[in-house]
């Protein structure tokens, strides 16, 4: 049973059997805007960009897998694809975007893997209709067991940003774990979110 997790609870990333998980996606679903005219109602497509950074035990930029470079050194992140649109027919139930983490084949050096979303084209936040982040053993095309949720649609924190830290996984005592962070920030792109974590949720 997939466990609905709220900002600030962290968790070990244990299967409901009590084995670790190795190989995690996390799955990125947002909808496009629905814009309501004099002629009916237009569809404004959203490109929203999912993207992860590793980070090493002294907050070092290890790797950046995003919709410009969609695999990691190690082959250990994978990207899904740069989806330019959203759901443009309403939610409907698929990510749009996942990334593909095998947590086992990750360069010994990382201790973290931040994830996070930017709007590429600077639509605020508070008009997206939808925007959610899962965590699930499997892969882009088949999920064997959601292990986590979190939603972030409706958030009023959110209005007036471009950008948000959707959680990051951090190894401790040879353990990872996950805390989702859920929070905006004041970046504009790529490069100056991984900074923003660098300097502040490591």
């Given amino acids: 049973m997939a466990i609905n997790l709220q900002k600030g609870q962290r968790i070990s990333l ?24 004099l002629f009916g109602t237009k569809k404004e497509a959203v490109d929203l960009d999912g993207s992860c ?21 190690d082959h250990a992140v994978v990207h899904s694809g740069d989806d330019l649109t959203g759901d443009l027919n309403g939610d409907d139930g698929l990510d ?9 084949r990750l360069d010994p050096s990382v201790t973290s893997v931040a994830f996070f979303l930017n709007s590429f084209q600077g639509h605020d936040f508070a008009i ?3 925007a959610s982040i899962r965590i699930y053993e499997g892969t882009p095309s088949r999920v064997n067991e959601v292990f986590a949720t979190y939603n972030i649609a409706g958030d009023t924190n959110f209005a007036g940003h471009v950008t948000m830290v959707m959680g990051i996984f951090y190894k401790r005592n040879g353990e990872w774990k996950f805390n989702p962070i859920g929070e905006p920030t004041r970046d504009r792109d790529v490069e100056q979110t991984v900074k923003t974590i660098q300097n502040g949720y490591l």
């Avoid at 084995?19 to 309501?36: D, P, R």
């Fill in 14 to 37: 244990e299967k409901s059997n009590g084995s670790k998980l190795q190989q995690v996606c996390v799955g990125i679903n947002w909808g496009a805007i629905q814009k309501k005219g």
């Fill in 53 to 73: 950074a590793l980070f090493n035990e002294n907050k070092q930029v290890v790797d950046v897998v995003y919709f410009r470079n969609l695999r990691s050194r």
């Fill in 96 to 104: 749009n975007e996942v990334i593909s983490v095998d947590l086992s």
């Fill in 128 to 130: 997206v209709p939808f």
